[in-house]
């Protein structure tokens, strides 16, 4: 399979532990984002990457939150102190740049914190 | 604020039938205009999408009508299946972020 791939699929945490997904683009993609879906809501941004720079973060990204490209190739999102509003999917998505818009997602990460 | 408004939130319609979601947007500076679909436990899935400098686009049973002036775009599904039945999100780039809709449940009844 050779779309974007994200780990792990399921996560329940306990309030105020760390937790770290990781998503590994489609090899060839130079830009890799970062979104966060509640139930019954659209996607909604939280940072993007341009190879291994970090280009842009919503405010919706919290000192909490970390992410990492460090090679340009996979992708660390960190959640420090989970909140239970955290619970919700995190989805990574990936492009080609270049002047190629279409964003392919992954299938997230579904966070639960108890 | 909400960059980009979809409706309905929810649609029944029945196989053979032509569902028509709609969305809306305000900034001008979006140049890209996607349409996903998502099954319950999936990622979004892209599935069609168009550019300003066109006024409609088809691929397959799924067709979008694009309004420049009225800053508006839908989507057409034709022949619905019960296949078909899951979320649509409509969304808008200016390139490197994108703004998403609410979504629109679609239920095709067979």
């Known amino acids: 399979d050779t779309g974007v791939s994200q780990d792990p699929r399921h996560k329940i945490t306990k309030r105020g532990q760390n937790v770290t997904f990781r998503c590994d683009p489609i090899?060839?993609?130079?830009?890799l984002y970062w979104y966060r879906q509640t139930l019954g809501q659209g996607p909604e941004f939280l940072t993007y990457?341009?190879?291994?720079?970090?280009?842009?973060k919503s405010r919706l990204l919290s000192d909490r939150f970390s992410a990492e490209r460090p090679k340009g190739s996979f992708s660390t999102l960190e959640i420090q102190r989970t909140e239970q509003g955290d619970s919700a999917m995190y989805l990574c998505?990936?492009?080609?740049?270049?002047?190629?818009?279409?964003?392919?997602f992954g299938q997230g990460t579904r966070l639960t914190v108890v | 604020q909400q960059q980009v408004k979809q409706s309905p939130q929810s649609l029944i319609v029945q196989k053979g039938g032509i569902p028509i979601i709609n969305c809306a947007y305000e900034?001008?500076?979006?140049?890209?205009f996607p349409w996903y679909q998502q099954f319950p436990g999936k990622g979004p899935a892209l599935l069609i999408a168009?550019?300003?400098?066109?006024s409609e686009k088809k691929e397959g049973r799924f067709t979008i009508s694009f309004n420049k002036s009225a800053k508006q775009f839908s989507l057409h599904i034709m022949d619905s299946q019960p296949g078909d039945s899951a979320t649509y999100f409509c969304?808008?780039?200016?390139?490197?972020?994108?703004?998403f809709g609410t979504g629109t449940s679609l239920t095709v009844i067979p």
């Open positions: 900034n001008t500076a979006f140049d890209y």
């Open positions: 998505a990936s492009s080609l740049g270049w002047g190629r818009t279409e964003a392919f």
């Open positions: 090899s060839e993609h130079n830009r």
């Open positions: 969304a808008a780039s200016r390139g490197n972020q994108f703004y």
């Open positions: 168009i550019r300003p400098d066109v």
């Open positions: 990457f341009q190879n291994e720079a970090q280009l842009e």
